[in-house]
């Protein structure tokens, strides 16, 4: 049966004032996917990258037609179900991120994309830690797996992301450089774990890392930054160093001479959600491993903002102007 549902859809890429608050008509289930009735939305970079044009929603979604839902990640309960799905029933909490059209109160989904959601993990919690949590645990166990005592730089250090890897590699036993843009954001990130932090308006970043690990330089970075950040980030790297690059906020990272690489023994990774969360059983066994740590206190979800879904615009603008801290989610 056909039912209507709010939500925000673009016609074409562009700024916020693109994003259209609207009825869609969603109809049933097909064979292999369930009804959600979403009760939280995360709020991720990603969603502004596909707004602008900067990624291709092709890429991430190739059956997907204009005009667009947007929308990465969400949380809610499973409303109906198509006749062959089995491992999920009526009633079931679930999450789910790196599947576009999660920016709506309803959503048609394929089963094999959802992940059981623990009692003890919370809607809200859920929507703002499943995209960003699953990327920090491939950042810190896939793409270079951090150990105690390596000096670990991260950029972003008091957004989602940011924070999960901070108090992530703390927990490991690293030495935890953050980088962010005010006093009050360095403030913030040390209650999560940064040992340091570096103020990017105030300092020179290559001298500050150097002084902070007696010019040794750090073992990984963690960059979501992009263009901005790069080239330094590769001045700083330790022998056998690694810079991950997992985001571009500040724009698409420039061609680099790679000889600069050459003497240090170092490298460059990209990192991307969407490989690691392909395979169910990976995706599931990840997701395991990130709700324990939630649950155990070890990683704390700390939720500073809050929007409707129909002041999705405003959300963009602030996430984009850096003018968030921790999380954000999206209410329907």
Known sequence: MEI?????????????????????????????QVRLKHHAIGLNFIDINMRNGAYNLKAFSPDAQAPYILGMEASGEIESIGEDVVDFKVGDRVTHCMNLGAYSEIMNIAADRLILLPSDIS????????????????????????????????????????????QWAKYIGANVIGVVSTEEKSDYAKKFGCDHTIISSKENFVERVKALTGGRGVDVIYDAVGKDTFLDGVACLAPRGRLVSY??????????NINLLRPLSASVACGGLLTFTKDSTERSKNASELHELIAKGILKVEINQRYHLNEVDKAHTELSGRMTSGSSIILP
């Open 123 to 166: 809607y809200e919690i859920a929507a703002a830690s499943t995209l960003q949590g699953l990327t920090a645990h491939y950042l810190v166990n896939a793409l270079w797996k951090v150990k105690k005592s390596h000096n670990v730089l991260i950029h972003s250090a008091a957004g989602g992301v940011g924070l999960l890897l901070c």
């Open 247 to 256: 985001g571009v906020s500040s724009g698409p990272i420039e061609s680099f």
């Open 4 to 32: 209507i549902g709010k939500a925000v859809r673009i016609y074409e890429t562009g700024g916020p004032k693109v994003l259209k608050y609207e009825d869609v008509s969603f109809d049933r289930p097909k064979k292999d």
